[in-house]
């Protein structure tokens, strides 16, 4: 597996992996009914930010990772991140592949730290590998995610200086 930048070239193999991943509505806030228009103007940065993908050895998408400013102006030096997996390839490392590029990545482009502003707090995988890439929960904001099998759970805000 190998790391590198998407291009527009990827965006049909990104596609059912947002769409699938916003369709379940366990981990994003993104609408169950996101529109491919809609997922591309949310998935694919602009510069400063960076859309990433995690390719087998045939070049086929595994999973993707977004990064890039968390807020604009005075905010500008705190970095977020966010990850999603093809199904089929969840449980084989890619998802902490993706997040130990998006570190490194925000690291190399000069943030001083990564914040995540919404980690479902019943995405317990995705809060166990944080933990362990370094990051902590500084807040739960309580009851603002409807989690369709959990019902109202928290965000985490979560926090790593780079």
């Known amino acids: 597996m190998r790391i590198r930048e998407a291009t527009e070239a990827d965006w049909p193999a990104?596609?059912?992996?947002?769409e699938a991943v916003a369709r379940a509505g366990e981990t994003y806030t993104y609408p169950r009914?996101?529109?491919e228009a809609g997922g591309r103007a949310l998935w694919m940065q602009a510069p400063p930010g960076v859309t990433l993908v995690a390719v087998d050895d045939d070049d086929r998408v595994l999973g993707t990772a977004k990064t890039g400013p968390?807020?604009?102006g005075p905010g500008s030096h705190m970095a977020t991140g966010s990850f999603m997996v093809a199904e089929a390839a969840r449980?084989?490392?890619v998802g902490r592949a993706l997040g130990e590029a998006v570190i490194a990545r925000a690291a190399a482009d000069g943030y001083r730290a990564m914040q995540?502003?919404?980690?479902?707090?019943?995405?317990?995988?995705?809060?166990r590998l944080w933990r362990a890439l370094g990051f902590e929960i500084i807040g739960t904001v309580p009851e603002a995610f409807a989690h369709p099998a959990e019902g109202l759970v928290g965000l985490h805000i979560m926090h790593r200086r780079l």
């Open 14 to 18: 990104i596609w059912p992996i947002v």
């Open 33 to 35: 009914d996101l529109t």
């Open 70 to 72: 968390n807020q604009m």
């Open 91 to 93: 449980g084989q490392g």
């Open 116 to 127: 995540f502003n919404a980690v479902v707090e019943a995405n317990r995988g995705a809060v």
